[in-house]
């Protein structure tokens, strides 16, 4: 059974950094495609993030792009999210996600895409 655990999180202000990570268990990462996704209170998930397995590949998000970096290191089971410039906007639980799809490139936006879920970390962006 393999599983995500989220590390990072937190309050920071506006303008601020934050990288958070996930690091898989019980699966090797190199398999999967990774994905970013995240929920702001009351409102539903949505796509911020996606890197190939091989990593040769990222997808953003328009409202993240140029602000956020997805990034994996499949030696330590681990994809990142680099989140520079932070927005109040961005404030919402992060969470990452993993798929095997062969069609990745085409649907790496849609949660139903991904089979694995790890536990959300909350970030909070005060103004």
């Known amino acids: 059974r393999s599983s995500c655990r989220r590390l990072g999180g937190g309050l920071v202000q506006a303008g601020d950094s934050l990288k958070v990570s996930c690091k898989t268990s019980?699966?090797?990462?190199?398999?999967?495609?990774m994905g970013w996704f995240r929920q702001a209170p009351g409102k539903g998930r949505e796509f911020v993030a996606g890197i190939r397995r091989s990593g040769d590949a990222t997808y953003y998000a328009d409202y993240v792009k140029g602000r956020f970096t997805i990034s994996r290191l499949n030696s330590k089971n681990t994809v990142y999210l680099q989140m520079n410039n932070l927005k109040p906007e961005d404030t919402a639980v992060y969470s990452c996600?993993?798929?095997?799809?062969?069609?990745?490139?085409?649907?790496?936006?849609?949660?139903?895409?991904?089979?694995?879920w790890g536990k959300g970390t909350l970030v909070t962006v005060s103004s």
């Open positions: 019980g699966r090797a990462i190199s398999n999967y495609h």
């Open positions: 996600a993993a798929t095997s799809t062969a069609s990745y490139s085409s649907y790496y936006n849609n949660d139903r895409t991904y089979v694995s």
